[in-house]
């Protein structure tokens, strides 16, 4: 490996911002989906590596999978993340318990498919149709919660998937075959390996919700293919062409981070080099909200949010000068990406 100047720590950091924002040719599965529960930022997450996925919504879809999250996932990923048997134990409990007998649910599972293939497949807009079908606002509420519901259920199933679309709509799920789950796991994992090392043990546990012994087990299975090598909990796979200065560049720069980016659900966040500790809960809430950030020199330094066509940048350090000019430096990129009209950053 090449000697280099900087601690291991800043090495890491640098090698995850290459493998993050260098790469021209990024695409949307490199980061096995782009978390989107709230599906604006989830599109500044992809406008960030240069990917517009407004230009080509018809290559993208999104799904329950990872963590039993909602994703963001490229077509050709389908059978990938939409595996075989992937039924979480929330829809199983939620369907088989239902307060709505079985021939009902049928009748409206069926509905809801022959809307959406006579072209109704806005949510709203199917909703309407049930309504007038007979379904009671009492069902309407089972078979629409906050946690999915009936569309969940039939996304998991292989029946249909959600569009990228800014109204909430759906369509029939691509007819590409569903990989068998053990063999979509493993190759989750290899490329989670490939575009997110250096990384631990611990980061894929947190990345995929896994117990250290399945995690284990996945990577005894994989290893040996030449893919990497696991040392000491570590898989570090840095990139032996990269210098110091090659480091400098991209420790230097100062990033954009939206809402749940990759960077930040990627790895586990209490040994993530890239958070400053004492400000976590800033950028993790305790509500379950990872907020957008701004990153400089291989740390956060502020969290940022729009209102009224402005992005505000709350700044870590009020009186840190170095800081407040590295955001300024790329206030041309914020507004792009946001969309948005002005920057502030508080005092």
Known sequence: MMQSGYSEKKRVIAHRLIKHFSNENCSVGDFLGIQSQFLR???????????????????????????????????????????????????NEYWNNAPIEYKRKKRFVDLFLTLIDNGITEKKKIISCMYAEGMSPQEKEYLFNAWGGMPRYLVEKGEIVLTVNNNISYLRAPCSEREKKDEAIQ????????????????????????????VLEILDSIVGNGEFQVDDEKITMFQSNIDDKQLETVLDKTYILSAFDPLLIGYEKRSNGM??????????????????????????????NTKNQQVVVNLFEKENNKHREAIESIENRVLAITSCTSMQIEK
Request: hydrophobic content about 40%.
């Open 275 to 304: 958070i400053p500790q004492e400000y976590l809960r800033r950028i993790f809430t305790l509500q379950g909200i990872i907020n957008p950030t701004i990153l400089y020199r291989g740390k956060i330094i502020a969290t940022w």
């Open 187 to 214: 190759k989750q994992v290899i490329r989670y390996v490939n575009q997110y090392s250096p990384c631990t043990i611990q980061d894929i546990m947190y990345f995929f919700k896994f117990s250290k012994r399945r």
């Open 41 to 91: 930022y989830s599109k500044m997450v992809a406008l960030t590596r240069n990917i517009d996925i407004e230009q080509n919504p018809e290559n993208y879809f999104r799904a329950w999978s990872l963590r039993g999250t909602m994703h963001i996932h490229q077509m050709d990923d389908y059978g990938l993340f939409v595996h075989k048997n992937m039924l979480s134990t929330y829809i």
